[in-house]
């Protein structure tokens, strides 16, 4: 199994620069993937990725968030598919498979219902919890400030930083590092991922 995750900038036509944006896209998606051949850009504002470690796919999802939410007044819809991949094309949307299915649909859900994550798999039990969670973990992470945004980010990049050194970084102390991180609510979101793997592994 593989997870595929397919989105699109909120927003987007509002930015006058989008080279900004679309440079911060690509820079998010060669740190998930260095090659190339498993993501791309299309339709303007959307893209696709694929990952072969699906367990890691929600962390994934939130590292592209917080990459986008760190330019002002832009968010992004992310949907999830974990399933099979069944035909390699040259280009990653030209590929198939259940992952590549289930996220396409979630994505035209998410556009209906005005949210910002989905996931989908063959397993619905598990599709229903994990997007209640997502539900309640987007009250947070939809209302990111842009300092909020760049501490997930760089968390994520320096899982095993400490406080003072993620602090160096950026230019400034450790209080401000600790206080940032509790109000983008990170250690809830690490809580989560971790109920994610597991949830997933069940697959």
């Known amino acids: 199994m593989i997870s595929v995750i397919t989105g699109d900038i909120i927003n987007s036509r509002k930015q006058t620069d989008p080279e900004i944006w679309i440079n911060t896209l690509k820079k998010a998606l060669s740190y998930l993937s260095p090659d190339t051949t498993y993501w791309e850009l299309y339709r303007g504002d959307s893209f696709q990725i694929e990952l072969s470690d699906y367990a890691n796919s929600f962390m994934a999802a939130i590292y ?5 939410k760190m330019i002002k007044d832009l ?10 991949k069944t035909f390699k094309g040259h280009d990653v949307t030209e590929s198939n498979g259940d992952a590549f299915v289930f996220s396409g649909e979630v994505l035209e859900t998410l556009k209906k219902e005005k949210q910002n ?87």
């Open 64 to 68: 592209i968030k917080a990459a986008i």
């Open 75 to 84: 968010d992004v819809r992310l949907a999830i598919g974990i399933g099979s």
């Open 117 to 203: 994550l989905r996931i989908k798999t063959n397993n619905n039990a598990i599709n229903e919890e994990l997007n209640l969670y997502f539900k309640l973990a987007l009250i947070t992470m939809d209302s990111w400030s842009v300092n909020s945004a760049e501490i997930v980010k760089l968390s994520i990049e320096n899982p095993e930083a400490l406080q003072t050194e993620l602090g160096k970084l950026i230019g400034i102390n450790q209080n401000a590092i600790s206080n940032r991180q509790k109000r983008a609510h990170l250690d809830e979101i690490l809580e989560l991922n971790q109920m994610y793997k597991h949830k997933t592994s069940l697959l």
